[in-house]
């Protein structure tokens, strides 16, 4: 057991024996920040959502990009960036040992063309990020293969989905949360295999719903009583009356969720391993939202990691890294953001299949290259040895790039959805904030009340008018896509823009932080790991006990 302080927010950290097994094994320093701090800089170099109007600096053609206008450096367009017209190896360094490592590596990143979107093999998908093969899609983000899905983040394989967060292979879902194989669902949560459920939580094989929670293989319910299809049909009509209903409903969801039995966390398949919304992980602490993960620790986001700890958004078979943000299939990385199939890179930025790199940037394929400058193998030992050493001195190696090096606003970034602080907080932790907010206010064309209550009656013209968000006031419109998928599901049209509705969802899920409780059924003495905080109403329950609760 190691005790620590952390470098920035001075809080007493440990650091315990099997993390520095795991640190070893990835050849990492113990960190010297605590968790909260290393996924805060992690974090703060993931903008998703935040999309700028700007021209390709190369082509000069419009486009839409995760950097503003006035952005320090480059930005090209997918085209433009996967062309030969330019050498990333052109901007190469020379790496001067008089001065700071990371200072140098900031020239650098200031010169180098980015990739004005992360986004892959997709069809009028213009407004998509972190995304890859998707087809007539509308801002959503970290998503594969779906088609006709909007306002949603980490989808898969999806049709006909709005509002949704962490579904995979559903189709006609809305506002649907942590949930697979589900269809025609409304304001589920946690729902696998089931069809036709309204505001229900935990289901399996289960359809036609209602208020339902821990059901399997349950139909024609109302509160987890048998109804006839015409009084759920009756119950159904009154909940999508108008949107006054539908809130009051939300309303009686929390209230039910409230006194649910719940499984100390979402985990199926799993050994051994803490964390919340997990799915066949093996030995590990604090994972959240990863599947398939052997020997990880302090891990957000991820799929099929292997002896790999603090890592987010981190795909593909990815082993033996550390202290990384957005990554595919690479191994023994340190300290990276966005390098996809690279091995034994550190403190580099968007580079693809490199080898044994230091500090580079927007490399395409390389190897033994220092500041985007290639060398002999023996000569690029010497000189990576060297920063390492200086970079210990200076107290900095293994640390994730500095907060100031993001080439984004912490407030613009995922940073900001887990740790929402002040601007005055952000800036004394180092990290950038984007005053330029995108978007308009006050020049709305329909006041709040006067947006239709149900969508019977809403006409074509709805698509001309601009609203304005009832909670940050922020001008917003309606898509045809959009307005088909309401009218088709009898929904009326949203008050609050994507953004909000984004955080509503978020808030519904339970935070990436861990609380030691008891299982609360009386008489069993087991103890976990939960992200239920002990103020939380629900009912906790230990995995043996809740088994015996549902099934
Ligand atoms: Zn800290
Ligand atoms: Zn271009
Ligand atoms: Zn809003
Ligand atoms: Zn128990």
């Not at 005790?3 to 950290?13: E, L, Q, V």
């Not at 993390?19 to 320093?29: E, F, G, K, T």
């Not at 015409?230 to 209230?255: G, L, P, T, V």
Request: aromatic fraction near 14%; include cysteine; charge should be negative.
């Amino acid at each position: 057991m190691m005790n620590k302080t952390c470098k920035t927010c001075g809080k007493d950290f440990e650091i315990n024996e099997k993390d520095l097994v795991l640190y070893q094994q990835v050849n990492a320093l113990p960190p010297k920040h605590c968790r909260d701090c290393r996924i805060m800089r992690r974090l703060a170099f993931r903008n998703e959502r935040t999309f700028y109007k700007r021209p390709c600096d190369l082509c000069k053609k419009d486009m839409i990009s995760l950097y503003s206008a006035d952005s320090p450096f480059p930005v090209y367009c997918h085209e433009c960036w996967w062309s030969d017209a330019w050498d990333p190896k052109s901007f190469g360094q020379e790496y001067d040992s008089n001065r700071s490592f990371l200072e140098q590596y900031q020239e650098l990143q200031k010169k180098v063309p980015r990739l004005a979107l992360m986004m892959l093999n997709s069809v009028r998908s213009e407004y998509t990020n972190g995304a890859s093969d998707n087809k007539d899609s509308y801002l959503i983000f970290a998503a594969e293969y779906n088609e006709d899905c909007m306002y949603s983040r980490l989808i898969q394989r999806c049709k006909n989905c709005l509002d949704c967060s962490v579904i995979y292979d559903s189709e006609l879902c809305y506002e649907c949360l942590d949930s697979r194989e589900c269809f025609k669902c409304l304001y589920c949560e946690q729902c696998q295999s089931s069809s036709d459920l309204i505001f229900c939580y935990n289901m399996r094989n289960s359809s036609n719903c209602i208020f339902c929670t821990n059901g399997r293989n349950m139909s024609n319910s109302i509160f987890n009583v048998k109804y006839s299809k015409e009084e759920f049909e009756k119950k159904k009509a009154e909940i999508f009356a108008n949107y006054e209903s539908i809130e009051k409903a939300k309303q009686e969801y929390a209230e039910l969720k409230a006194k649910t039995i719940v499984k100390y966390a979402s985990q199926t398949k799993c050994n051994n391993a803490t964390g919340d919304y997990l799915h066949n992980c093996y030995d590990g602490v604090y994972l959240f939202d990863t599947a398939d993960a052997k020997n990880c620790s302090y891990m957000g986001d991820a799929e099929s990691p292997i002896d790999s700890i603090d890592c987010n958004n981190y795909y593909y078979k990815c082993e033996l890294c550390y202290n990384m943000m957005g990554i595919l299939q690479s191994s023994k990385c340190k300290n990276c953001a966005y390098v996809f199939y690279c091995n034994e890179v550190e403190y580099s930025e968007n580079c693809h299949n490199l080898t044994s790199a230091f500090g580079c940037n927007a490399i395409r394929k390389g190897q033994y290259m220092i500041l985007n400058k290639q060398y002999e193998k023996a000569e690029y030992e010497k000189i990576k040895n060297e920063i390492v050493e200086k970079m210990k001195q200076e107290n900095v190696y293994d640390d994730f790039f500095p907060p100031a090096l993001s080439p984004f606003g912490f407030n613009e970034t995922l940073g900001y959805d887990f740790y929402p602080i002040s601007k005055e907080e952000a800036l004394n932790k180092g990290f950038n904030w984007q005053d330029r907010t995108t978007g308009t206010y006050g020049k709305e064309t329909i006041e709040e009340g006067a947006v239709p209550e149900s969508i019977e009656g809403v006409t074509e013209d709805i698509l001309k008018e601009i609203l304005a968000c009832t909670d940050c006031k922020k001008n917003f419109r309606i898509t045809q896509a959009e307005l088909n998928f309401y009218k088709r599901m009898n929904l009326p049209i949203p008050h609050k823009d994507f953004e909000c509705r984004n955080k509503d969802r978020m808030q519904r899920k339970n935070p990436r932080k861990l609380w030691h409780r008891k299982c609360m059924k009386d008489g069993c003495k087991n103890e976990f790991e939960t992200a239920y905080s002990p103020e939380r109403k629900e009912i906790i329950y230990c995995e043996t006990c809740y088994q015996q609760e549902v099934y």
